[in-house]
């Protein structure tokens, strides 16, 4: 059978020997089966593998292997090269809600994906704007806060260039399908069946009464800083931008970029179960 992939990256957390252990055995594994391999250039030394060696923003390869949990999924769907290639993702996170196949599965993985034994989980991610700058797209969530603990956040939220409503809080999360069971759900926002076309905004910590708001995909969330002039964004968790300006303001759409997860037997629902909401049940 003719292979799908010829070429792969390898991408895995920073602090873990057995990530870097696991990512050399997988190189081999795959240099043996005629596959051109990368190594992120942040792990090259560590894993020490006969492999190329890029930057993440220029591994343009067939699919990407992540050793690690859900933040090393995040910070390679916001360096990789655009369209972004599938990802198979090997847990060694604490919860790993995203990710795919434990490392005693690595190997038989990565045959099935091989050999297109597989299906793809597409996931949609949000575009980001400040004051006509663009920033990376977010795969889980852009939160916007003061940036410093128990300052107030002052903010004007609209949607199309209609104002809605006025808040007060610690901050605001917005939040895709993939994100609601992330941050978004521990400040007290719902889960999103990733079936139905929406993201979610939720406050942290609000003085104000409302809880979150469902939006349809095709919205566009303008949220005007009142006070103060100078906020912090932060999306996925990685990238941090300050923003100082007499008015700063954050404009969310839908993104046509999206992330493309390699999956096997696992649903949605059956991650939510075994690994968040109902873990032990």
Do not use: W
């Not at 050399?24 to 992120?40: C, G, M, S, T």
């Not at 800083?225 to 996925?236: G, M, N, S, Y």
């Not at 839908?254 to 992330?259: D, F």
């Amino acid at each position: 059978m003719k292979k799908m992939f010829k070429s792969v990256g390898l991408v895995a957390r920073y602090d873990k020997k057995q990530a870097f252990k696991l990512a050399k055995e997988l190189a081999e594994y795959l240099i043996n089966k005629k596959v051109e391999v990368y190594v992120e250039d942040i792990i090259a030394e560590k894993v020490n593998a006969p492999a190329k060696i890029v930057p993440l923003r220029n591994m343009k390869t067939d699919f990407i292997i992540t050793i690690g949990g859900d933040g090393t999924i995040l910070r390679t769907c916001l360096a990789a090269a655009k369209p972004e290639p599938p990802i198979l993702s090997i847990n060694m996170g604490v919860r790993g809600f995203l990710t795919e196949v434990e490392p005693t599965e690595a190997f038989s993985a990565v045959d099935k994906t091989l050999d297109g034994e597989f299906k793809i989980e597409k996931c949609a991610k949000l575009s980001v704007y400040s004051d006509g700058e663009r920033m990376p797209d977010a795969l889980n969530e852009v939160v916007i806060s003061a940036g410093e603990p128990s300052k107030i956040l002052y903010t004007r939220i609209s949607k199309d260039d209609k104002p809605i409503l006025k808040c007060q809080a610690d901050g605001l999360i917005v939040s895709t399908q993939t994100g609601s069971t992330g941050y978004s759900l521990s400040a007290g926002g719902p889960v999103l069946d990733p079936e139905v076309e929406t993201f979610v905004l939720t406050p942290i910590c609000s003085l104000t009464v409302f809880r979150s708001i469902v939006f349809s995909a095709n919205s566009k969330v303008t949220i005007d800083a009142i006070r103060p002039k100078e906020v912090l964004i932060l999306i996925d968790g990685n990238f941090r931008k300050v923003i100082k300006s007499k008015k700063p303001t954050l404009t969310i759409t839908r993104s046509s970029n999206m992330t493309s997860l390699i999956r096997f037997k696992d649903d949605f629902y059956h991650r939510l179960r075994s690994r968040l909401l109902f873990k032990g049940m």
